[in-house]
């Protein structure tokens, strides 16, 4: 009779974390939607706001839509999701340079916390890497 391990299981707590990613990288997505006009009502960006340049709008759609692949892609428990995270990171963080020093609306708390929060999933993109979860 053969042994089985369970060594390489993965924790509920990251099916919750990938999930609740997921969703919240949506929303994410659906804001962006709005920021380039396709979507209106909630999503539309704030009166006043100025236009983004190309560059931070390159940035916010790299960074919306690799967190919503890289996400769907820790559910797959795809190798290629953690590097997507990264990738997703970096754009994300040209985008809110953006926000917080060239468009006049300085720091936003909203920006700190889509930051740390892809900073957060990256890293646990890592640590699925590093015990074996993703293949």
Known sequence: MMATTYDNRVPAWFWIVAGLGLVWNAIGAAFYLGS??????PFAPPPGMPAMPVWATAGYAIGVWGSVAAMIGLLMRA???RLLLWVALAALIVDWAWVFFMSGAGIQPLGICVLLIAL??????????????LR
């Open 79 to 81: 190798r290629w999701a």
């Open 120 to 133: 957060l999933l990256a890293l646990m993109g890592e640590l699925a890497m590093k015990r074996g979860w």
């Open 36 to 41: 380039v006009g396709v979507l209106g009502g």
